[in-house]
């Protein structure tokens, strides 16, 4: 049985241009994008393993960005989790949300065996998961970062390296992160799929490629 959709914000444009490839493709515009939605549900069938960079001016911004995920992701299958240093301000907001706090205690990311640390951290989030795709926003990233930048440009590498089902957010402070040598931090912008910067309610997409030189004179 087939089952009608309504589709709205199309403006004019994108209605008008959809209506010349119709008439040029010999096929009603309810053919293209019943297509189109059959192509992304395939490609839904396989559960992405994302790695994403957040930059945030305040923590207000962040905790802002934190209840909107959490709206979004509100009665679907994504297994909400995070890890932080106690009493980060994250915490309280998450853990009132009723996000899963994977974080391990005695908190110990720092030093000689701060990258085993972490990875039992991701263990614990994977077990309580039950093979749910993960929604994890990693606060340990951002206080290992006030420490030493190196040691969490290791960790970004490894998890890189082996990432988990699912999306995976690593918070920065823009004011720590601009503190770091411009080198690691192109590094680490180019090892993130997508890199948002949040500031209040908004969210900015950044995108960073490596360019050569004649293309600053091209159009």
Known sequence: MTKDILIRGFDDSIHSEL???????????NSIVK?????????KTHIPHVHDLLI????KSMSNFLKSLDRMTSGTEWF????????????????KLNWFNGTIKPYKPHGTDGSK??????QNIVKESQKKPLCCVDFMITDIANNSFIHVMELEKEYDKARLPGLMFCPYKASNLMNSDITDMIELFMMHDRIFVVKNDDIYNMHITKESIHKIFLN
């Open 56 to 59: 945030y001016s305040d923590e």
């Open 35 to 43: 297509d189109a939605v059959e192509q992304w549900l395939d490609k």
């Open 19 to 29: 209506g010349k490839k119709s008439d040029q493709m010999g096929v009603s515009i």
């Open 117 to 122: 640390y972490c990875g039992k951290v991701m």
């Open 80 to 95: 909400k989790s995070f890890a932080s240093p106690p009493k980060h301000h994250a915490e309280k907001t998450l853990s």
